[in-house]
């Protein structure tokens, strides 16, 4: 702690504020001190690393078991520790963290407070968690309209940006709110709304049955702050979302938080409360939370510091990539039979496409990267050698024009083998965000030493090194090699020098014999169309087909 004074006294970029923040940390009683003790620096720090940003990236998880929080969770731990990869989750029953009704209001007080976070950012990023969990598991192509259900206070804030965010990502929201708040955020998410065209429904003209209108319901009521019985209309409105469950065949109904009439740590208490389809926790899931028996449990609230991480021993799962949410709960049991993908796409005909595929290619290419979907350059290669037994795997595109199709390899790799012996190859691109695919085929041959040598030294450092490190495809004992091999190469090429393509790496190309390109269609009548060529008066042309689906 006296470093830390000191560097406060020192460093005039440090405010007031951080010192407080550090102070924070080692409230007695509190579990982060021991763990901040324990993680201070020898020497004096140059910076206050226990305030950085929190850092860590979430995957998707398929369990969670969980822990109850309204008690002491004994000693503290570093952050690493506590920031949950998806795959220990699944093993490790004492995994997930949550609060009691006084610890979720100490979090907002420190949010607000020491940490400088205002009331229309949290709600910000909590109703664009909410949108983005309803966008996950709620498709705006089949489930477009929305009502939103308001309350007057920060959960009904959270349901007006749900909804702001929810007309951006291509839904039609319409909002009941019969209690407004005249404070100036409240009046201001109304008037953004209705900038949009974003229509307000008093509660005495929305449907008998609310499903009969809208394909989702969003409960933003009350939350974790809510004491006593709803009084109306709120009451009523909590037992229509009741009865939409009660009848089985309703619109699937979306909590905030905390399910509107539930009791923030022993759930739905009498039985006769809500019972929704999908709850998005905030920040961190309350103890309620254990007690929910839907189908969808989503965490968002992607802003969580380490001092509240620290100081209240959070542990929460990791958030994948840029996502603003993240899936908790068990493993759903899915009926793999049933899953099925009833495409909407414009029809692919005859008189649209390209004369030559290459451009056809290039055309759907060029579509996939405008629409920012992941990797459009990703394909599936799939070779076979003498003994025709075929294998695939995933490789980037690298390049490709009239002569063909080029990626890059080590050509010591087990389709490396495959193409010696058997010199023919297929390649597949999907395309799920456009509903397509391109299947190209024909035979594979090796790109002249100079094209690999020039694509080997636009790489980046790290890959050029890594392509010498790997002995691609053979067995080697554990990952330690691989670092350290790397580590040493970086150090003998720190200086700049260049580095040398080995001799067992480069690329291949692919010269296409036909392709296929393909459309998804409803009620699976796909379009598919394949070009092959043809000999016609001395002269090679490819012809067009349209092959069933």
């Known amino acids: 702690m006296q470093l830390l004074l000191r560097k406060c006294k020192t460093m005039t970029c440090i405010s007031t504020t951080t010192c407080f923040l550090a102070q924070l940390l080692l409230l007695p009683g509190s579990s982060s001190s021991s763990a901040l003790n324990s993680s201070l620096p020898k020497s004096p720090p140059t910076s206050l690393s226990v305030i950085s940003p929190l850092s860590g990236f979430l995957g998707k998880t398929s369990r969670f078991e969980t822990r109850g929080f309204c008690r002491s969770s004994g000693g503290g731990r570093v952050m690493a520790s506590r920031m949950v990869s998806s795959l220990q989750s699944i093993e490790n029953s004492d995994a997930i963290s949550y609060l009691c009704q006084k610890e979720a209001a100490e979090v907002d007080e420190i949010l607000m407070g020491p940490l400088g976070f205002s009331v229309d950012q949290l709600m910000e990023l909590a109703g664009l968690s909410v949108a983005s969990a309803i966008a996950e598991v709620y498709t705006a192509d089949k489930y477009n309209n929305v009502l939103v259900i308001c309350g007057p206070g920060n959960n009904g804030g959270d349901g007006l940006v749900a909804a702001r965010h929810l007309h951006h990502f291509g839904y039609k929201p319409v909002i009941c709110y019969p209690k407004r708040t005249a404070k100036t955020l409240y009046t201001g998410l109304v008037t953004q709304l209705e900038s949009l065209g974003v229509s307000f429904i008093p509660v005495e003209d929305l449907p008998t049955e ?7 319901l969003v409960d933003a009521m009350f939350g974790f702050s809510f004491h006593g019985t709803p009084r109306p209309p709120f009451d009523g409105l909590i037992h229509r979302l009741v009865h939409q469950r009660t009848v089985g065949h309703g619109s699937p109904v979306i909590s905030i938080d905390i399910p509107s009439g539930w009791h923030v740590e022993d759930g739905d208490i009498t039985g006769e409360g809500i019972k929704p389809d999908m709850l998005v926790s905030l920040t961190a899931p309350k103890l309620c939370a254990k007690k929910f028996e839907g189908m969808h449990h989503f965490l968002g609230g992607r802003f969580v510091p380490p001092l509240i991480i620290n100081k209240f021993n959070l542990k929460l799962p990791p958030y994948p990539g840029t996502s603003m949410c993240v899936r908790m709960g068990k493993a759903l049991n899915v009926d793999i ?8 796409s414009p029809e692919f005909r005859e008189d649209q496409v390209e004369a030559d595929p290459f451009d056809q290619f290039k ?6 990267v405008a629409a920012s979907l992941k990797e459009p350059n ?4 799939s070779t076979a050698g003498k003994d025709g037994r075929p294998s695939s795997r995933m490789v980037l595109l690298k390049g ?5 199709f080029v990626w890059y390899t080590n050509y010591g790799s087990q389709k490396a083998r495959e193409l010696s012996e058997n010199p023919h190859a297929a390649l597949l691109f999907y395309w799920d965000g456009l509903n397509r695919q391109v299947r190209v085929e024909g035979s594979v041959q090796k790109v002249s030493d100079e094209e690999s040598e020039q694509y080997f030294h636009s790489r980046p450092r790290g890959s050029q090194i890594g392509a010498i490190v790997s002995k691609q495809s053979s067995v080697i004992p554990g990952r330690d090699v691989l670092q ?7 150090e003998k090429f720190s200086d700049g020098s260049t580095i040398p393509k080995p001799k067992h790496w480069g690329g291949y190309r692919l010269k296409p014999k036909a392709f296929e390109f393909w459309q998804g269609q409803q009620s699976r009548l796909h379009d598919r169309l394949r070009y092959s060529p043809e000999e016609i ?3 090679m042309v490819w012809k067009l087909d349209r092959l069933a689906p």
């Open 210 to 216: 609310l499903s009969d209108n809208f394909d989702v």
């Open 337 to 344: 039979s049933a899953l099925r993908e009833n495409y909407i």
């Open 363 to 368: 055309k759907w290419f060029d579509d996939a």
């Open 378 to 381: 990703a394909m599936a290669l």
């Open 400 to 404: 490709f024009d009239k002569d063909g």
């Open 484 to 490: 350290q091999y790397h580590k040493e190469l970086e």
């Open 537 to 539: 008066d001395g002269r």
